[in-house]
Nanobody, 123 residues
């Protein structure tokens, strides 16, 4: 299973970015997907998750109303639309594929991980 994350970059505070994660090697539509982020010296934290159908989503409180997770099962791709970005959103963002169809916030419940894409928000 391979997950390839892309779309990171440098953006000013208040700006937007869209991250993408292309999956291969697994029945993409059968599993929940998640986005996590990590900064040096801190644990990886849950950002957002989405059920296999795309109907169910969950968000960390610190991104609610600003970030939107979505997926296109025909393209085996999950997205994270990030708006109203803040400097504290600066991190490496990782996509991950879950063990099953339920969205969970625990990183150890995700089996496969992408390589990460760096998002830097300048003030």
């Amino acid at each position: 299973v391979q997950l390839q994350a892309s779309g990171g970059g440098l953006v000013q505070a208040g700006g937007s970015l869209r991250l993408s994660c292309a999956a291969s090697g697994r029945t993409f539509s059968g599993y929940a997907m998640g986005w996590f982020r990590q900064v040096p010296g801190k644990e990886r934290e849950f950002v957002a998750g989405i059920t296999p159908s795309g109907i169910g989503t969950d968000y960390a409180d610190f991104v609610k109303g600003r970030f939107t997770i979505s997926r296109d099962n025909a393209k085996n791709t999950v997205y994270l639309q990030m708006s109203s970005l803040k400097p504290e959103d600066t991190a490496v963002y990782y996509c991950a594929s879950g063990r099953g169809p339920v969205v969970v916030a625990r990183s150890w419940e995700y089996l496969y991980w992408g390589q990460g894409t760096l998002v830097t928000v300048s003030s």
